[in-house]
């Protein structure tokens, strides 16, 4: 297997573009077999972000495509998400997403050094990631509230749920690196590695609670309604904020 080393982790430019209709094929399969949810971006979304060098995308040694992640502002720049993050399934645990976003974070304080960067995510790979950079687990008030950036979430199978809960919730949990008040890679990274059990286990039991109201509703009527269900150290309230 190659490991991250072997990879070339480049600023994507107009030489990539060809690449934008494998790298959304890939965002969709990955989102469909893990059976969670996505905001869908199209060829034409990937490309844009490659022409304005808000984009990251690797190769393996042999030029075959292997990753990709893109840069969003919001709430005219206050905000930047590093988002659409994909390894292809061939070049997986050998390190490339926790380069990619390395590359991507110093890429996003570089262009926007003002801007607090956040990430929303289902999965505890990129968690412990995110941990790795800086970021700490925030409530989604704690975000950008750019009506722009929430409209993104409309293509996602868990809409529903996120819209129940007033936007307060959902499957995905929020992280964010403010550069005006943040915590120590080293913490943050110390912090994940204590709790990581107990991250999994609130992942599984947040999905199970958040899911639960539709899976009964569905079976009821087929229409989801809704309805049921300081700082770093308070993480509960991050994952259920009722
Ligand atoms: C999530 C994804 C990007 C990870 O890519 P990857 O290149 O395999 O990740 P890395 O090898 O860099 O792993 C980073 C860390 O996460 C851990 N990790 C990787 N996959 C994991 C998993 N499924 N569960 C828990 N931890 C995992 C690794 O052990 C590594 O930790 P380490 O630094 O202690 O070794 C990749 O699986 C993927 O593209 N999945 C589909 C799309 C997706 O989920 N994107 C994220 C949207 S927010």
Not at 36 to 54: L, V
Not at 73 to 89: D, K, M, Q
Request: aromatic residues 12%.
């Amino acid at each position: 297997m190659e490991t991250q080393h072997q990879f070339q982790v480049l600023v994507a430019n107009e030489s990539h573009l060809s690449f934008a209709q494998i790298i959304c094929d890939e965002m969709a399969a990955s989102a469909k077999a893990r059976g969670t949810g996505i905001a869908k971006r199209s060829p034409e979304y990937i490309q844009q972000k490659m022409r304005e060098g808000k984009a990251v995308i690797a190769f393996n040694q042999d030029g075959i495509w292997a990753g990709f992640c893109y840069i969003e502002t919001w709430s005219h720049g206050e905000y930047v998400a590093n988002s659409g993050l994909i390894v292809s399934p061939n070049f997986r645990k050998g390190g490339l997403a926790k380069a990619i976003k390395k590359k991507i974070f110093e890429l996003s304080r570089q262009t926007f050094p003002e801007s607090k960067i956040f990430g929303l995510t289902t999965g505890l790979a990129v968690m412990k990631i995110n941990s790795d950079l800086g970021y700490e687990p925030v409530t989604y008030s704690e975000l950008t509230q750019d009506e722009a950036f929430w409209a993104g979430c409309k293509s996602c199978v868990n809409y529903d749920i996120l819209m129940s809960k007033e936007r307060k919730n959902c499957l995905c949990t929020a992280m964010l690196y403010d550069p005006k008040d943040h915590y120590e890679p080293e913490e943050t990274k110390e912090f994940f590695e204590e709790k990581k059990s107990v991250f999994e286990r609130l992942l599984r039991i947040k999905q199970w609670k958040l899911l639960k109201p539709f899976f009964k509703e569905d079976k009821d009527s087929n229409t989801p309604s809704g309805g049921g269900a300081g700082k770093i150290k308070s993480f509960f309230h991050y994952f259920f904020n009722l």
